[in-house]
């Protein structure tokens, strides 16, 4: 039976299931430990926590402790988890050039669900929490989110490489929409679902909608790679490979190009470091006082921030249509990240931290831009290589970022919990400084498909054996 060429179902089912859990796991993990270092239930209602931590003095201790614990947990994950999903995510994305794409997807899917049938298991039989941390790092040894979002966006890129580079740009950021869209779906359903069957109904959800897409994987997503397995995939000629096609995409490419894939790979690693290690952090600062907020609060503000994906969608589609240059559309999205981590910094009441969220709408833009922008200034053939090196960076900032993020909440909850986020905004003058660069060299990043003249083509490239699908295209 022929299969589909649709991997859209695949990050969207997969999306639900991984945030029905996502924020329940800081919720749990913050319970359990509110239990074992106070030895009593923790207060669920919308207002009982803040009573309890104003009661006394003590209670206002414990919260912090809780905090600073629940922050070092996710630390411990982190870094533990850290290597083997940098090692594994580097070479599957780059592996599949090669191997296809599927394999990049498929490992991802059996790592998660794994991982979440440990949280099934914790939750189910009161198990230790710290379990969770093993958990992670067996996750992290199929790769993770990192490999899987590598994958899906070279499975787009394979599809989308014979079109011209808005059909490109719409095509990733439809998949960062289809994110956010399910996202948004499961946060505001999370809330309601724990009140009412507990973290096992969550939990088991989720495992059970995680098993059904990776039977889509499977047996019914299409391979894009079609190429004959001639010249040996497997073992060292594809790590071989791997370190080829980036060797060959950086060192030995043109000077102009190969600065901007540099300035642009730093742009985006920049900004995912700050973007990932700000939100990271949203939902303990929203446990603490004085928000204090209960689960079904929590629901909502992570569905509000899911609405980021599709606003960032509608965004790139009108900016596209309407012919905005590129590096402007990067430029409004960093800027929208950092006024929305701004007003969370200094959001004490739950209609600021609701209203905090409005500035951040289009902050998800500069990353489905970015990706575009790269993968048309390299051929086809070193799409794997490019998706496994963002992949790559993109992992390593996001632990490097929760671990420098969540010490700083560990060292500065007691004085002031709200400097992580301005932290994150000051971060922010990084990326838009790297822009200025790109801006300076007079690039035209929003040019169409071209091929390289052959005086522009460096000479080890002259040299290669060259197959009818690869295609370098210039920016002018």
Same mark, same amino acid.
């Given at each position: 039976m022929k299969g589909l060429y649709l991997v859209e179902p695949v990050v969207a089912l997969y999306a639900f299931s991984t945030y029905l859990t996502y924020?329940?796991?800081?919720?749990?993990?913050?319970?359990?430990?509110?239990?074992?270092?106070?030895?009593?239930?923790?207060?669920?209602?919308?207002?009982?926590a803040c009573a309890a931590a104003n009661a006394s003095d003590n209670q206002t201790d414990y919260f912090q402790k809780v905090q600073e614990q629940a922050s070092l947990f996710s630390l411990y994950s982190q870094i533990l988890s850290a290597v083997p999903s940098l090692l594994v995510t580097l070479l599957l994305v780059a592996y599949s050039d090669r191997a296809g794409r599927k394999v990049a997807i498929i490992l991802p899917l059996v790592g998660t669900l794994l991982y979440t049938l440990s949280l099934l298991l914790v939750s189910f039989l009161r198990l230790n929490v710290y379990l969770l941390v093993g958990a992670s790092l067996l996750s992290a040894l199929f790769g993770g989110l990192g490999t899987f979002l590598g994958g899906c966006f070279a499975y787009?890129?394979?599809?989308? !490489?014979?079109?011209?580079?808005?059909?490109?740009?719409?095509?990733? &950021?439809?998949?960062?929409?289809?994110?956010g869209l399910l996202s948004g779906v499961a946060a505001l359903s999370t809330g309601y679902y724990l009140r009412a069957a507990g973290f096992n109904g969550p939990f088991l959800t989720s495992a059970i909608c995680q098993f059904l897409v990776l039977l889509y994987a499977v047996f019914i997503l299409e391979e894009t790679v079609t190429r004959a397995d001639s010249d040996g995939v497997g073992g060292w000629a594809a790590v071989r490979h791997m370190f080829f096609a980036i060797y060959r995409m950086l060192a030995r490419a043109a000077p102009k190009r190969r600065t901007l894939l540099l300035l642009l790979v730093s742009i985006f690693t920049s900004l995912s470091f700050t973007s990932v290690g700000s939100f990271s952090l949203i939902v303990l600062y929203e446990l603490k006082e004085?928000?204090?907020?209960?689960?079904?609060?929590? !629901?909502?503000? &992570?569905?509000?921030s899911t609405t980021v994906f599709l606003f960032s969608f509608v965004g790139v589609a009108a900016f596209t249509y309407c012919g905005v240059p590129q590096l402007l559309v990067v430029l409004t999205g960093i800027l929208s990240l950092a006024a929305g981590m701004t007003m969370v910094a200094f959001s004490k009441t739950t209609l600021m931290m609701f209203l905090a969220r409005l500035p951040m709408l289009l902050s998800i833009?500069?990353?489905?831009?970015?990706?575009?922008?790269?993968?048309?200034?390299?051929?086809?053939?070193?799409?794997?290589?490019?998706?496994?090196?963002?992949?790559?960076?993109?992992?390593?900032?996001?632990?490097?970022?929760?671990?420098?993020?969540?010490?700083a909440y560990a060292a500065t909850?007691?004085?002031?919990?709200?400097?992580?986020?301005?932290?994150?905004?000051?971060?922010?003058?990084?990326?838009?400084?790297?822009? !200025?660069?790109?801006? &300076?060299?007079?690039?035209?990043? &929003?040019?169409?498909?071209?091929?390289?003249?052959?005086?522009?083509?460096?000479?080890?490239?002259?040299?290669?054996?060259?197959?009818?699908?690869?295609?370098?295209?210039?920016?002018?």
């Open positions: 924020p329940l796991v800081t919720q749990y993990v913050y319970r359990r430990l509110w239990q074992e270092l106070t030895n009593s239930t923790y207060p669920v209602s919308d207002t009982s787009v890129a394979d599809l989308s !490489g014979g079109g011209d580079g808005r059909r490109m740009t719409l095509r990733i &950021a439809g998949l960062d929409m289809m994110i004085p928000l204090c907020w209960s689960e079904i609060l929590i !629901g909502y503000g &992570a569905a509000l833009m500069p990353f489905s831009v970015l990706r575009s922008m790269m993968s048309k200034i390299i051929s086809k053939s070193e799409q794997g290589a490019l998706f496994a090196l963002l992949s790559f960076a993109e992992v390593l900032t996001s632990n490097v970022s929760a671990a420098v993020f969540n010490t909850v007691a004085l002031y919990p709200g400097f992580v986020f301005l932290l994150g905004a000051g971060l922010c003058a990084i990326p838009t400084i790297l822009l !200025g660069v790109v801006c &300076a060299m007079g690039v035209d990043v &929003a040019v169409e498909d071209e091929t390289l003249n052959e005086d522009e083509r460096p000479q080890a490239d002259k040299d290669a054996p060259q197959d009818d699908s690869d295609c370098d295209p210039l920016l002018n």
